[in-house]
T-cell receptor, first 114, second 112 residues
């Protein structure tokens, strides 16, 4: 069966510190991977997506970056966090099954920047 | 970024009542997905729709892919307290993108 993991579950970081959030997927090969951010009580904002190793598409210019070093690993990073980076970060994947693609989400990481 | 128009934004209902929410778009979609999100958790996929006119059920939930391919609705019958949460729709455009477009969510509160 397919599963998606995110860690850490919660994180409190000072302004200006670096960030690394990790997402891994099990049970599927060559998934499309996505990073979203969700502000409190708000919808989902797509940050990055990847269709293969080393392939990253950025949706929103900001001080975050993403990398995909392995097929089923997706990392969200920052060199220096801002207060506005606080939020709930969600990783998601889709399997490539032609026209029948469903997107599944991980449990999320709650980031608080102080 | 682009978002779907999802309504209502929030609703309070009595336990046992039926609930209906919908999403509309100016673009044609080839896939509609409906999710439920509990506080502090990731969205969970409830129903996936792939064909115009398709009607799919999952327990007390029923969703339909609009004939025009620009809308979808989700119905919940005989609501119970655990139906509380935020419901999101998501659409996948017909071609040329790997991105999903998400609705702004419907916050459901059930009064016992």
């Amino acid at each position: 069966s397919q599963t998606i993991h995110q860690w850490p579950a919660t994180l409190v970081q000072p302004v200006g510190s670096p960030l690394s959030l990790e997402c891994t997927v099990e049970g599927t090969s060559n998934p499309n991977l996505y990073w979203y951010r969700q502000a409190a009580g708000r919808g989902l904002q797509l940050l990055f997506y990847s269709v293969g190793i080393g392939q990253i598409s950025s949706e929103v210019p900001q001080n975050l970056s993403a990398s995909r070093p392995q097929d089923r690993q997706f990392i969200l990073s920052s060199k220096k966090l801002l207060l506005s980076d606080s939020g709930f970060y969600l990783c998601a994947y889709t399997t490539n099954r032609g026209s029948y693609n469903e997107q599944f989400f991980g449990p999320g990481t709650r980031l608080t920047v102080l | 970024g682009q978002q779907l128009n999802q309504s209502p934004q929030s609703m309070f209902i009595q336990e046992g009542e039926d609930v209906s929410m919908n999403c509309t778009s100016s673009s044609i979609f080839n896939t509609w997905l409906w999710y439920k999100q509990d506080p502090g958790e990731g969205p969970v996929l409830l129903i996936a729709l792939y064909k115009a006119g398709e009607l799919t059920s999952n327990g007390r939930l029923t969703a339909q892919f609009g004939i025009t391919r620009k809308d979808s609705f989700l119905n919940i019958s005989a609501s119970i307290p655990s139906d509380v949460g935020i419901y999101f729709c998501a659409g996948h455009p017909t071609s040329g993108t790997y991105k999903y477009i998400f609705g702004t969510g419907t916050r459901l509160k059930v009064l016992a």
